[in-house]
């Protein structure tokens, strides 16, 4: 079982840098592959990006934050951290961390992941 904790959500202006968190509970967080999704009212959740258990050289974004948004991790602090560079208003939404088991079927699929966050808001003015 894995408890997941977004944090540094919030209100930035368009062009603007948000860095989100999301820290986990347990011994076997180096275990998962950790992403990214997020959502806006009266639509899906859509991924955003992914990291591998090592994160050193697997890692996946979504077209639209390609270049400007990076995903890592750090093992010894339980923590994966989303840095949202170049931010428009298209980005606002709810952002959700997600844990998958070694193992899954998708890095991009919400059916990849068996853990959830409660999710941060970020909001971006125009």
């Known amino acids: 079982q894995v408890h997941l904790v977004e944090s540094g959500g919030g209100l930035v202006q368009a062009g603007g840098s948000l860095r989100l968190s999301c820290a986990a509970s347990?011994?076997?967080?180096?275990?998962?592959?950790m992403g990214w999704f997020r959502q806006v009212p009266g639509k899906e959740r859509e991924f955003v990006a992914a990291i591998s258990r090592s994160g050193a050289r697997d890692t996946y974004y979504a077209d639209s934050v390609k270049g400007r948004f990076t995903i890592s991790r750090d093992n010894a602090k339980n923590t994966v951290y989303l840095q949202m560079n170049s931010l428009k208003p298209d980005d606002a939404a709810v952002y959700y961390c997600?844990?998958?088991?070694?193992?899954?079927?998708?890095?991009?699929?919400?059916?990849?992941?068996?853990?959830w966050g409660q999710g941060t808001q970020v909001t971006v003015s125009s």
């Open positions: 347990g011994r076997t967080f180096s275990t998962y592959r």
């Open positions: 997600a844990a998958g088991r070694p193992g899954g079927s998708t890095w991009t699929g919400e059916v990849g992941y068996d853990y």
